[in-house]
Structures are given as C-alpha cells and as structure tokens.
C-alpha cells in the first residue's frame, strides 16, 4: 500500500526529467510527447487529490531544477553567491514555477473521478492555461515554453501562425493525453487516434510550409556581428579600451560590405551615447562607412535618475527619431523579482543599478523598415513581438548578452524561443548577440544563419520586409482566452466536486454518529 501511494509522485519525478531533456542543451525532441504520459497514467487513476498536487510540484522541481542549472553558475560568478546559496536561489525558483504543474496536478485529479478520460480531457486544457500564467504571473517567466522545445524542427512549428507557441503546447500534450489512454486502456483507437493527431499536424505544418509568401516584399541586405566578448572582458575596468577598439574594428569589417543593415549586439560598448562624444562620433563614422542604418546598444537616461536598457538607430546623419525602451526586464540579471523572497539575492547587472521597464514597446524605423526590437530575454513574450507587428513591424530583431550563462544550455535555450517569434508573426527575425548565438530566421521558422557560442563572427545574409498578418497576430490572443476560460471552468468545477464530497463525507459522519448513539 506504501508503494502504490507513491506510484503518482514517482511518476511526475520521471516525467519531469524526461520533460526536461526535450530540451536544450541535449534537444531530444522526441521525447516531448512521450516525456509526459508516465505523470498522466498515473494521474488517470489516482484518488488523492493531495498525491496529485505534490505529483505536480515534484515534476515542476525536476524539470526546472534539470532545466536552468545555469543560474548556479551565473549567481555564484556574477551575483557574489556563495554555491550554497546559489542552490538555494535554484530550488526557490524552481518551487515558485512549480506551482503551475501543481495546478495541473490538482485540477486533472479534482475533475473527474479516477479512471475517468475527462481527466486526460482536461489535462492539455490545464497545460496550455498554466503556461499562459506563467508568462504573466510576477512579471513572467516564458522560458522553455513548450513548443520551444521543437524550434529545429520547422514542420511541427508551424500551427503556431496560428494559435501561437501556446496552441503547439495544447497540441504536444493532447498527443501526450491519446498516448497515456492507449496506455490505460489498451485499446488500438487511442493509438490510432494519436497517430492521427501527428499526422494532421505534419500534413498543416506541410501545407504551411508550402504557402507562398509576399513575394514581392522588398528585401534587405543585413550583417549581424557577434565579436564574442566575454562577460569576464566587459567587467574587466582595464581592458575596457582594448574591449571597445575590438569591438569597433568587427564592426568596421561588417560594414565594408555596406550592408542595407546592421545590427550589434546588447552590451557591445562600455559606454552610452548621451555620456560619450567617442562613442557618437564613432558610431556616426560606421553608419557613414556603410551607408546604413546601425542598430546598437545603450541606456537611455532619464534626468530624475530612472535608466532604461534601450535600443537606437544611427544613420549617416546622425541619430535617428525614436529610441526603443525595453519592457520585459530580466529577473536576477536586471532586478529581483520578490525581494521579501530572495532578500539574499542581488541583481547580476551592477553596472548602472537596477533598470526601469517601458510600459509599451515602440518601433525603431529606418527608411521603409519599422523594426520590432525585443532586447536579450524580452523576445521569449509572445506578446512583445505581437504587438509589434499589429503595430506595424516588417522586421522583427532580437539583440542580446547571453555571455553570463556558461556552458548548460541558457544559450540554446534562449535562441529556441527566438524562432518561435517569427513563425507566430510571419516575419523574418534577426539576432545579434555578443557571444552567440546570433542568427537569421525566415518567417517559416527555419533559421537560414547561425553563429554559435563563444565564436566570433559576422552574420551576412538576406531577410525580406513582408506585411501581412498571420491569423495568431490577428487573433491568436483569443483562442488562448478561450482556452484559459475554459481551464478555469474545470478547476471550478474540480473545487466544487471536492467540497461535495466533503460535504456527504461530513454527513455521512454525523449519520454513523446518530446510528451509533441509537444502538
């Protein structure tokens, strides 16, 4: 008896870890469907709604915990942690995020009652609705979303135009779900019918795959530098000069090819354009070099002491209209999220203090290109990029610093989500980043250049400006809310089932009392 309580959180421990090696750094994508069915057999069948709760903090603690081991390394060298609390700082965080397959966990169990298939009914429902939370809930933290996990894989990405990376997530897991029934019930039609859903997915992603874009769209010459400057360099006070003259010689040799565009990565220069005449008449010089508009870096200071980690434009003629404040902050890196939580903790970012965040995002424009700019983690919102372009981006870019994250997949994990972006919009999508990896994406999600980490480099090729609105920037928003109302009628309708319960199991106590007292 001992052990078969135990089968349900058991499962979501493995279920978890499978889950987690999906994904970068080892991307074994194929189990993503399969990572999930040991948790939902176990689910399917269980009567605690308490096994089912702590089933899915289990998996949430496994998964993140395998998922993000990075932040150990970026807290203990950047943050002054010692490893103690740099592990500390890792299970908090993976215990706040786990939450939402606790949710899930509860939900799936409080439903239905066991063995009954409105549990697995319920379960892509729940999944698509705690990631949707997850994205908002404490500022958001939309990392390793689950349809990132197949950002090499263009064919199963493509429904994403049209309910976005949140409705690929709904299609993995309802997979997972006719996979587990097969499982329980032994019966060949929920095998067929898992069959059939991927077949149904790959035969959309084909036909979307195939579609014609605008082809007339005018296209765009683009060079895109990562100069592989390491976090370690930057800070290095004595080497600022030696960092800034490389940088700027990289830069130089981008823009001999006079590119229609370029684009420099997050954190490129030591200093900003309002403090430095260096760094102005430098930048107007390369802009002059290449006859091109030149996206870069800066922060963008406000008199009453606020800053801003910003993205600007400079053309031969000096600096363009309009500077791009960023709206997502990163947490750890540019503040602390719960500070009553972690008051341990410290921001990684010392160079300048804590940042303020843009309540809206703003195009940069240069000519007939509106470019959407997402700075470093920001891009990972689905909505950044979705406002952008029904605001009226042709392009959408992503400049980063992901030279604090080490060796354990941050990098990867970063770009998987940068392809998302742009099959969700139907845009092409441009990344530099200062150690990699920076890259040129079409509006298909296929990544047509690619720098990887720690590699210094620049990144030529051609994107091209289109237009139109895929059906997720038109209204993909909606499909989510209808999903996350109807997540929310099965979590009421699961609490108003266990309060039934209660309620007969008080009265069937009281009534056992009475007879009790009669005889």
């Known amino acids: ?98 939450q939402w397959p606790a949710a899930v966990g509860w939900g799936v169990a409080a439903f239905a009652p066991p063995g009954s298939a409105k549990r697995l009914a319920a379960f892509p429902v729940l999944w ?17 979303l689950t349809g990132f996990a197949l950002y090499r894989h263009p064919l199963w990405i493509q429904t994403a135009s049209l309910w976005g990376v949140y409705g690929v997530g709904l299609l993995v897991t309802a997979m997972s779900a006719l996979l587990a029934a097969a499982v329980l019930w032994r019966r060949a039609r929920w095998l067929l019918a898992a069959a059939g859903l991927a077949l149904a997915a790959a035969a959309t992603g084909a036909l979307l795959l195939r579609a014609e874009g605008d082809g007339g769209a005018p296209s765009l010459r683009v060079a895109l530098l990562q100069p592989n400057v390491s976090q370690e360099a930057r800070l290095d006070r004595e080497r600022a000069a030696e960092t800034y003259v490389d940088v700027l010689t990289q830069a130089r040799a981008a823009a001999a090819d006079r590119p229609d565009l370029l684009v420099l990565p997050e954190s490129a220069f030591p200093m900003y354009w309002q403090g430095s005449l260096l760094l102005r008449r430098d930048l107007t ?13 800066d922060v963008d200071l406000e008199p009453d002491g606020r800053h801003y980690n910003a993205g600007r434009i400079v053309t031969p003629d000096g600096l363009a209209e309009g500077t791009y404040r960023k709206v997502h902050l990163v947490p750890f890196g540019e503040f602390v999220p719960l500070p009553e ?7 990684v970012s010392t160079e300048i203090g804590e940042f303020s965040a843009a309540r809206e995002p703003l195009l940069l424009a240069a000519g007939t290109t509106r470019i959407g700019l997402g700075i470093c983690y920001e891009i990972l919102y689905p909505v950044l990029g979705w406002k952008q372009v029904r605001a009226g981006a042709n392009l959408l ?123």
Not at 341 to 347: K, S
Request: aromatic share 10%; charged share 20%.
């Open 1 to 98: 008896m001992a052990l078969a309580s135990l089968r349900t959180p058991a499962a979501g421990v493995l279920s978890g870890l499978l889950f987690a090696l999906a994904f970068p750094p080892l991307e074994w994508a194929v189990l993503l469907p399969l990572a999930l069915v040991p948790w939902l057999v176990a689910l399917a069948t269980e009567r605690s709604r308490a096994r089912s709760l702590l089933s899915g903090v289990l998996f949430g603690l496994v998964y993140w915990c395998a998922s993000v081991p990075w932040i150990v390394y970026v807290v203990t060298r950047f943050g002054g942690q010692s490893r103690p609390l740099a592990y500390v700082s890792l299970v908090l965080l993976a215990a706040i995020l786990a």
């Open 397 to 519: 870019a992503t400049i980063s610093n992901d030279s604090w994250y080490g060796a354990a997949g941050a990098q990867a994990q970063h770009f998987a989500g940068v392809v998302l972006r742009s099959v969700e919009n139907r845009r092409f999508l441009v990344r530099s980043a200062i150690t990699g990896i920076s890259g040129i994406v079409d509006d298909r999600g296929r990544i047509l250049r690619e720098l990887g980490r720690d590699r210094a480099g620049i990144i030529r090729g051609s994107v091209r400006l289109l237009s139109g609105r895929s059906p997720w920037t038109r209204w993909g928003f909606a499909f989510s809310a209808i999903v996350d109302a109807a997540a929310v009628a099965v979590l009421l309708s699961g609490l108003a089932r266990w309060r039934k319960e209660r309620r007969g199991a008080r009265r069937r106590t009281a009534d056992s009392g009475k007879l009790a007292d009669e005889t």
């Open 285 to 297: 010089d390369l802009a002059a070099r290449c006859g091109c508009p030149v996206l870069f870096n």
């Open 341 to 347: 939580l972690f008051f341990f903790a410290r921001q």
């Open 128 to 144: 698509l609705a705690s990631e949707h939370a997850r994205s908002y809930a404490y500022g958001g933290f939309p990392w390793n």
